[in-house]
């Protein structure tokens, strides 16, 4: 922090009375970008703190699930920031292969093209064009949010610095035997003619047909089960368990298969679950995950019907038809030749999408290159199970394990054209080549027509973005990571491969920390999805509460690991927030508050100041130990409060007194008001930059609060202001509760006495303030006597309201609650009545005579302080 901007103290200081906030985001987040406040630097000496971007897509735009994200990371890098950090947030964009090829296919469809009519090297011309021309959109959104990026740093998935990476280590996975092409199952789409990867798959419930089928005749006969029919064009044997004593007779034979006279044998496998069904399962290895492990086990042959476009291709009458023609044609053969035994329809099942396409998956054999990810993954759970890693909170570590220990090899390769091509060669004489970067075929060699799984180039990227394999000097100070924060559900898909590249290509992992979040829902709990019609675009709640309002809410939703459903009322209840800490600043500046030089002793301040400053030590190293914890609802819940509850309402509102009083403790006073908005400000900027360093810099006159310290603990703490201020409090509060029951309106002043213990006497004008108790006149005759603690308040209520008139109505009023009570105590006072009376009825009874017995006492304790 210097001092080379702070203002002249003779400047006058002012503030617009009302808090626009679209007013003043554009041109604070510009200068922060011209003064460089997020660049980080290499070559600073300063201790390195490095979070990662999940990149998003470039296709994407910010949806509210980024909003979320976004403002924790931002958050937790403004105040390591602040803390002194070398700090790099690392921006970048993911080349999203499936997602970017769909859209430029849709635009040439749109001209009556496709890419085939382009070729593949004009057609990755096209996308790069519309990258250029479109993607992106999201960092201008981001720029919208605050996001303090290094935008100098900005990387692209398949720029030339990353896919110098992905090739470097594809060749070294290659040439260390981990890298390998064989046919297995896959998640085929028929529409993108392409593998995609599980978290590509959407699951949705729909209703199909369960056709139940009989194989074989008379004593070889079994009865079969399936929801795709024309799967059984491909069927190589029947599975039963080795305990179902109803097949023991079958294992080992052979049955004919309908339709296609092919015989096919009987297997036992432990897979199949004797209870489900009829307990015995076709086995089709080409076309099921399943079926291709028992076919492995039990060196079945794997027959593909269906090509890359779903079309049935196995000869025979249904040859040339669509899976789903097929599959009625198929039923209806089978029905016409006996072999139906059962039908149920409607059928709910969940059927695998693709998430670009909306088509139903085909579980589909195919050729793909695959990484072995056996040692890989072992490193992975090594490194958290040492400590090397840390999972937050701690209790999902063994999700975390659950994945790495059950892996599954990797398919990497993918049937697309747009990313990055897999770095094989074929020779004119069957010979195979992996080439690294700076490497070249021979003339006569073809490359693979495949490109990598985008999640392969992803998993890359806390270390690829800062230089790998090249030994940059930011690789040396920003890896590993400091943290990774993204959401539980990239577990599998990003952070264990980022895991497992992390330690294979470093030998160090890519962070010291993974931080997890939940996903952002409804106000419902209910997941955002265009189907349930609930998607909200966070930038018009932007434009409609502000930046910072939308930032706070959706902190203040933030539990680790936690979902975090998320209201408009809570943003509109978190602008409030913001206007409030606007207009108390503009009460600060407009009664002369400061922020130079020391803080006056405790011995000159009055016990009001004392109790805030005390508080606000209490504050400050109970945010630190939440931000450490990455507890953001509860650091932003406990910052609202204690503006709100304590600054705001209370020492806000005492301080006037003092002022009014003048002197060296008014003095004094408003060099802590000064500090106390001074540290509040910086506290809450991590979470809502734009409205405190707007306010920041008009109170203190200095730079920017983006490179202003982060307060500490100063170890002060009186806990005899605290339990003085806590009495003071205690005591407004019920003679506002009793005014307020009574219909007094807040406004109008009280005649009273009061008889206040030792520790309040000298806040009695205070309490008068506080309370609007005016002094008691000559002949005053009080009409209601409060104990509060151990002070006495008497009141003459008789010029607010008619006490008789009250008192009448109340009486009234006490009859009808204890004529309820009685009533409800009878019915559950009979016995009969209990024994047949439906629980929720009793329960209601139960709720009425509970009501009814608080509203009597209620009423009561107000007649008594009344009649006293």
């Not at 921006?91 to 749109?110: C, F, K, S, Y």
């Not at 399943?290 to 027959?303: A, M, T, W």
Request: charge should be negative.
């Amino acid at each position: 922090m210097t001092g080379t901007d702070r203002r002249d103290s003779t400047d006058p200081v002012t503030l617009p009375t009302t808090f626009v906030p679209v007013e003043l985001e554009n041109e604070l987040y510009a200068r922060w970008m011209d003064r460089g406040y997020f660049k980080a630097d290499e070559t600073s000496d300063k201790p390195a703190y490095t979070v990662v971007i999940p990149p998003p897509n470039v296709t994407g735009r910010l949806h509210m699930g980024h909003a979320y994200e976004h403002t924790q990371i931002d958050a937790i890098t403004r105040r390591k920031r602040m803390q002194g950090f070398e700090t790099l947030w690392q921006p970048g964009m993911d080349h999203a292969g499936i997602a970017t090829q769909n859209v430029v296919e849709r635009e040439l469809a749109g001209a009556g093209l496709s890419r085939h009519d382009l070729g593949r090297e004009a057609f990755e011309q096209r996308v790069w064009q519309w990258k250029d021309q479109f993607g992106g959109a999201i960092s201008d959104q981001m720029r919208r949010l605050g996001d303090g990026v290094d935008w100098d740093r900005e990387r692209f998935t398949m720029d030339e610095g990353l896919s110098r990476a992905v090739r470097t280590i594809f060749q070294r996975l290659y040439d260390d035997d981990l890298i390998y092409r064989a046919e297995r199952i896959i998640n085929w789409c028929p529409r993108c003619a392409t593998a995609i990867s599980d978290i590509e798959v959407d699951h949705r419930e729909l209703d199909g047909e369960l056709v139940s089928l009989r194989y074989g005749d008379g004593e070889d006969s079994i009865v079969v089960a399936t929801t795709r029919a024309e799967t059984m064009l491909g069927d190589t044997a029947v599975a039963v368990h080795p305990d179902d004593d109803r097949y023991r007779h079958l294992v080992g034979r052979e049955i004919t298969l309908p339709l296609t006279g092919r015989r096919i044998p009987v297997v036992a496998d432990d897979h199949v679950d004797p209870e489900f069904g009829s307990g015995a399962v076709k086995v089709t290895p080409a076309h099921d995950p399943n079926d291709f492990e028992i076919g492995q086990r039990h060196c079945l042959p794997s027959i593909t019907v269906m090509d890359e476009r779903a079309i049935i291709t196995a000869v025979g009458p249904f040859q040339g038809l669509d899976r789903l023609e097929a599959r009625s044609a198929v039923v209806a053969a089978l029905r016409a030749d006996g072999r139906i035994v059962a039908e149920k329809r409607p059928y709910a099942h969940a059927v695998g999408h693709c998430s670009r396409c909306g088509t139903t998956i085909e579980p589909r054999l195919s050729m793909q290159w695959w990484v072995k990810v056996a040692p890989l993954a072992q490193a992975a759970g090594d490194a958290v199970r040492a400590g090397r890693v840390g999972i937050h909170p701690p209790e999902l570590a063994g999700r975390y394990f659950d994945w790495v220990d059950n892996l599954r090899d990797w398919n990497i390769s993918r049937q697309l054209w747009w990313g990055h091509r897999i770095p094989i060669w074929y020779g004119p004489a069957g010979e195979v080549m992996c080439l690294g970067p700076d490497e070249t075929a021979p003339e006569d060699w073809v490359r693979d027509p495949d490109v990598l799984d985008t999640w392969f180039s992803a998993a890359l990227w806390p270390f690829s973005t800062l230089g790998w394999p090249e030994q940059t000097d930011s690789l040396a100070k920003f890896y590993p990571n400091t943290v990774l924060f993204t959401g539980y559900d990239l577990l599998f898909f990003w952070i264990a491969r980022m895991m497992m590249f992390g330690l294979y290509a470093t030998g160090r992992p890519p962070f010291q920390t993974i931080a997890l979040h939940g996903m952002v829902r409804d106000k419902h709990g209910k997941k955002m999805s265009k189907s349930f019609g609930n998607v909200i675009d966070p930038i018009e709640w932007m434009d409609a509460y502000g930046t910072d309002a939308l930032r706070f809410a959706l902190a203040r939703a933030a539990n680790p690991g936690a979902d975090a459903p998320i209201a408009e009322e809570s943003v509109g209840a978190a602008r409030n927030f913001t206007t409030k800490v606007w207009n108390a600043t503009r009460f600060a500046l407009i009664n002369g508050a400061t922020t130079t030089g020391p803080l006056p002793a405790p011995d000159a301040l009055s016990a009001v100041d004392r109790w805030i400053l005390s508080r606000l030590n209490t504050v400050v190293a109970e945010v630190d130990t939440l931000f450490d914890d990455y507890q953001f609802a509860k650091l932003a819940d406990g910052l609202y409060h204690f503006a709100w509850d304590e600054v705001f309402n209370w020492y806000v509102e005492l301080s006037k007194a003092i002022y009014a009083a003048g002197g060296d403790t008014a003095d004094a006073s408003r060099r802590v008001l000064g500090h106390v908005l001074d540290t509040l400000l910086r506290l809450l900027h991590p979470v809502v930059p734009f409205v405190t360093e707007k306010l920041w810099t008009t109170l203190t006159g200095q730079e920017s609060i983006v490179i202003a310290a982060w307060p500490t603990d100063t170890g002060y703490r009186d806990p005899a202001a605290e339990a003085e201020i806590a009495e003071l409090r205690y005591l407004v509060t019920e003679v506002r509760r009793f005014r307020s029951e009574q219909g007094v309106p807040a406004s109008q002043p009280v005649p009273a006495e009061l008889e206040l213990s030792t520790v309040l006497v000298a806040q009695e004008s205070a309490i008068r303030q506080l309370a609007r108790l005016e002094p008691a006149a000559d002949g005053f005759s009080p009409t209601a006597t409060l104990p509060i603690g151990l002070a006495r308040i008497s009141l003459d209520l008789s010029q607010a309201i008619d006490v008789d008139a009250e008192c009448r109505r109340l009486e009234k009023d006490l009859a009808a609650a204890r004529k309820e009570l009685e009533s409800a105590a009878r019915k559950l006072g009979n016995d009969s009545f209990l024994s047949k009376a439906p629980t929720e009825v009793v329960e209601r009874i139960r709720s009425r005579r509970d009501k009814a017995q608080n509203d009597a006492d209620r009423i009561q304790h107000r007649l008594e302080l009344l009649r006293r």
